[in-house]
């Protein structure tokens, strides 16, 4: 059975209340800020390209993101998988970032791109 996944855009203005909904037992919260963090501290070791696909921006530890786009499992469960990337402050407006970012991710993440329910939900 395939799983079914949600797309969230995590925004610095924002880390706060996933935290806290983290905090709470939220799974997809848990699961986000778990992927952002590992995210992270990819950054300090290599620099990371934007994901809207024809940004140039590079990110690392001294120069973040203007957001994290993370793609969790929508009901998970045990052995379940998410996936984030970064996104400029530029890119973040775009009206096309969720079709740039899901085609992107289909090229690192096949077969499971096509299960995500396409409603990048702002949290601000």
């Known amino acids: 059975?395939?799983?079914?996944?949600?797309?969230?855009?995590?925004e610095?203005?924002?880390?706060?209340e996933a935290l806290r909904a983290a905090r709470q037992?939220?799974?997809?919260?848990?699961m986000s800020i778990d992927?952002?963090?590992?995210?992270f501290n990819l950054m300090q070791k290599e620099p990371?390209?934007?994901m809207c696909r024809d940004c140039e921006a590079e990110f690392n530890a001294s120069r973040p993101?203007?957001?994290?786009?993370?793609?969790?499992?929508?009901?998970?469960?045990?052995?379940?998988?998410?996936?984030?990337?970064i996104i400029c402050s530029d890119c973040m407006d775009r009206p096309?970032?969720?079709?740039?970012?899901q085609d992107a991710?289909?090229?690192?993440?096949?077969?499971?791109i096509e299960n995500i329910a396409l409603h990048p939900v702002r949290m601000q």
């Not at 059975?1 to 995590?10: A, W």
């Not at 096309?96 to 970012?101: F, I, K, Q, T, Y």
Request: hydrophobic share 40%.
């Open 1 to 10: 059975m395939k799983e079914l996944y949600e797309f969230f855009m995590v």
């Open 12 to 16: 610095p203005s924002t880390l706060p």
């Open 25 to 30: 037992g939220v799974q997809s919260a848990q």
């Open 35 to 39: 992927l952002i963090r590992q995210t």
């Open 48 to 50: 990371l390209s934007c």
């Open 65 to 85: 993101p203007g957001a994290f786009v993370v793609v969790v499992p929508m009901f998970p469960r045990k052995g379940s998988e998410g996936i984030s990337c």
């Open 96 to 101: 096309d970032l969720a079709e740039r970012v």
């Open 105 to 112: 991710l289909r090229e690192i993440w096949p077969g499971r």
